[in-house]
């Protein structure tokens, strides 16, 4: 039972604040993955977290406990690097063991536990073997499961299935979400990969420059980012961006025009925006769709074929680039002409602040 709780935690290095104030509670059970650009502060959040980076301000709790000033030991976590960071000159038994026989553990008991965890992991049979003599999955194995014998209250992850070919990752990924459902250990999880937040996740935290951006369910990321920034960022390939100008305001939506006419009724609350105010429209690729009525009008500069959807990309008149997301058959070829509807109830509008118009919404999504 672990329940974690950020309360304005900052981080400064020679007088520059990296992590500026961060708020965030994590449940107890919960699966909360970190995204954000490389070097927005994952890593240091983390890291300050388990005890390994000090604290600049801000309180740190455990179950309700401040634990800033606790040593790294009796706070009763575990982190997994992204290096592994295993012992070279020792066995996998003796790498998962160590930690044990430093808590005083008799022998017995961290036999038995060794064991029962090497069978989870399905390292049984690798247990005299030296790190370098294992492949990087079964590294990363022993990581988890040096981690897991300490029966953690918390779990931390920095990045660690990035080694990892990708099919080992898919596995791995597999792995670790049947293994929190199992262990139901509050995890934190750090990644850059989209699939692993999209699909670990209870919760998302997406950071920008040590602030957080916004917070919630991967599909509430998903069908309601907040701001331009976490629209960019969740999801892949990443969201289009066209300007418009807003034309009418109406109780069912708000009519948006492109400078060349056409016109979009897009299902945000009226009264967010005024009449003929600059607003950038955003729509994701899976949102686009071939038709040979629609008002769009462009051509086909590349396609990218990836087998079970195929990706094109499509300039139009005033140069606007429009990734879409078509079927794997689909037949586009470059420089061919093509007309394209815009799906107007998973279309986002965002003021010239950058801030998403709240959406009147089929997806009211289940908490
Ligand atoms: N010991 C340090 N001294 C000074 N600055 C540091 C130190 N450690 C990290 N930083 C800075 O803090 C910022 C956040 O680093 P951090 O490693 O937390 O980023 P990250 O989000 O984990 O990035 P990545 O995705 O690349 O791992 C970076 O600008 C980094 O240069
Ligand atoms: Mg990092």
Redesign the pocket.
Known sequence: MAKVELRDIR?T??A?E??KGVSLDIENEEFVV?V????????????MIAGL?EISGGDLMIDGARVNDLEPAKRGLAMVFQSYALYPHMNVYRNMEFGLKLAGMPEAERRQKITDVARTLQLDAYLKHKPGQLSGGQRQRVAIGRAIVRNPKVFLF??PLSNLDAALRGQMRVELATLHRRLKATTIY?T?DQVEAMTMADKIVV?QK?VVEQVGSPLELYHHPRNLFVARFIGSPPMNFLPVTTRSIDPEGVTVARDRGESLLVPVLPGETASAEALTLGVRPEHIVIDPEGDVHGTIRMVERLGALTLLHVTLADDTLLIVQTDGDHGGEIDRPIRLRLQADNCHLFDARGIALTKLTRHRLAR
């Open positions: 981080k290095y020679n520059e990296i992590i970190f954000g650009p490389s070097g927005c502060g994952k890593s240091t959040l983390l890291r980076e920095d990045e750090v850059h950071l040590g």
